[in-house]
């Protein structure tokens, strides 16, 4: 069962579906101690809910699969995260991202990074760190990747290849969405990496 512990990273709903969806899934879920919110818990349930048997291969089978995996880790008693309740709650197709945010204002000292998918939502956080001087990094999920590469958990061409994986399995095309998803990670990854991969790793 999830704590009401809080551990150093925060991180939002896409963010645990995107780490629970790579090869590295089974190292990471007890390598990183990581908090998120009842409100993303909610999220992930209802991804697990909403479509009993989506196709193999479709949106909606990864996000029933990667909240599975998730739910079922919080819910270890010997897991490393834990859940934190969220007062008042949040709705709306964004209560995830805005309950970290709440999260965030009472608890900041708590936390030294925040690992959420929406650029957008990034930028958000980014502006109430600054406002109120927190020490805190806002990074996207393949970030997480790189805490087990930093920790010499996993080897260099086993992170290049999982967040290349993460990158396309997400979706994530375009020049400015994928320099986003390696913004502060400080790997060249080209060094390793064929040219088939060159879709999914920074631009030059």
């Not at 990034?122 to 996207?140: H, Q």
Request: charged fraction near 25%; charge should be negative.
């Amino acid at each position: 069962m999830a704590s009401e512990a809080r551990y150093p990273i925060l991180a939002d709903t896409s963010s645990l579906i995107a780490v629970a969806n790579t090869t590295q899934w089974e190292l990471l879920k007890d390598a990183i101690h990581l908090t998120t919110t009842n409100v993303c818990k909610h999220e992930l349930q209802n991804h697990v809910s909403s479509n009993k048997y989506p196709p193999e291969g479709s949106r909606e089978h990864y996000l029933k699969q990667g909240s599975q995996r998730v739910l079922e880790h919080l819910d270890e008693d010997s897991s490393p995260w834990s859940c934190v309740t969220v007062v008042p709650r949040p709705h709306g197709p964004d209560a995830g991202e805005q309950s970290l945010k709440q999260e965030l204002s009472e608890h900041a000292s708590s936390y030294q990074i925040v690992s959420i998918l929406d650029s957008a939502a990034r930028r958000s956080i980014r502006r109430l760190i600054e406002d109120n001087a927190y020490d805190i990094d806002v990074v996207g999920p393949p970030y997480l990747l790189y805490i087990l590469l930093d920790n010499d958990l996993i080897a260099k061409p086993e992170f290049c290849e999982a967040t290349v994986e993460m990158i396309r399995t997400e979706g994530w095309t375009g020049y400015e969405v994928v320099k986003n998803a390696w913004t502060s990670i400080p790997v060249d990854c080209s060094e390793i990496l064929g040219g088939e991969y060159d879709d999914a790793l920074p631009p030059t």
